[in-house]
């Protein structure tokens, strides 16, 4: 694969740069993602269909903007998002990465929670986005509660359910647990959270700074975002004891981590079937 001719010429009238050399890199799903070598400096650019995933990448850059402005955690530079005829991309701020180290660790847990400190009035954020290849929407609402019922699990049960990839049973259990949920943590002030927050979607750079990647922002239960840095093979236990040093979750919140993750196993039930829905069923079970 290689970036079409007129994502290439797009980028250098924009930037007014030559481009030397483009390679195809790792870490695309959905997007084709590549690092520009530029007369300038590197880029990475990230590519989609424009009609198969609309405004995705306005989302992507809105999420990171949102992010940027708590002045907490840096979040790669966004440089331009554009289209042509048939694709959308986004353009943004290269960056050399190394694996994390205890120090790094430390200080993504103690940055993470100085943007979980970032409020709002209301649980949502101020458009819908994407997780992953799904809608997400964002409507607002004043208890987490309500909004993780409406918001982000009944989609996916519904989802899940008309793919016959959930039964009958299983909505009948999601429903005791909507009944269960408000009694099962004490409500918080919203918190921004990225909202996709797995090892995939952090990286270092060779300086040891922490960048968040690849967000699906709103404002939402902080423990939502400590969940999901369990799913696949977790963080760094530096990191854990760094955030609760810097801003100790709510007691029980391990107990919780299951509650949480039920939403990014749903969507996982409905992009790949298969062993999620048992995990779902697994993790639904600890809480009726």
């Not at 909202?195 to 690849?214: A, E, H």
């Not at 995990?279 to 600890?286: C, I, M, Y």
Request: glycine letters at 8%.
């Amino acid at each position: 694969m290689s970036v079409s001719a007129g994502v290439i010429n797009a980028v250098k009238r924009k930037l007014n740069v030559d481009i030397n050399a483009v390679h195809q890199v790792s870490g695309g799903d959905i997007n084709e993602v590549y690092r520009l070598q530029a007369s300038d400096r590197d880029y990475l650019i990230k590519i989609n269909n424009r009609y198969k995933y609309p405004e995705m990448f306005k989302r992507e850059a809105e999420g990171l903007a949102a992010i940027k402005a708590t002045e907490t955690i840096a979040v790669p530079d966004v440089f331009w998002g554009g289209e042509t005829e048939d694709e959308s991309f986004l353009l943004m701020e290269w960056i050399n990465t190394v694996q994390p180290s205890k120090h790094s660790s430390t200080d993504l847990g103690i940055q993470l929670a100085q943007m979980h400190r970032c409020t709002a009035a209301m649980f949502g954020f101020d458009t819908d986005n994407y997780m992953g290849s799904l809608h997400q929407s964002n409507k607002r609402h004043h208890t987490w509660s309500k909004f993780f019922i409406e918001e982000r699990l009944q989609p996916m049960v519904k989802i899940g359910f008309d793919k016959q990839e959930l039964t009958k049973a299983d909505v009948h259990l999601f429903d005791e647990l909507y009944k269960k949920l408000p009694s099962l943590f004490d409500e918080e002030l919203p918190s921004l959270i990225h909202g996709d927050l797995w090892g995939g979607n952090y990286m270092i750079s060779v300086g040891g700074k922490p960048y968040l990647i690849d967000p699906a922002v709103s404002y939402g239960n902080r423990e939502f975002d400590i969940a999901m840095t369990t799913l696949f093979g977790g963080f760094d236990n530096a990191f854990y004891l760094a955030y609760h040093e810097a801003f100790p979750l709510q007691a029980g919140w391990r107990q919780r981590l299951k509650l949480w993750n039920l939403y990014p196993l749903l969507v996982h039930v409905t992009l790949f079937g298969g062993g999620y829905a048992r995990q779902v069923r697994e993790n639904l079970a600890g809480f009726i």
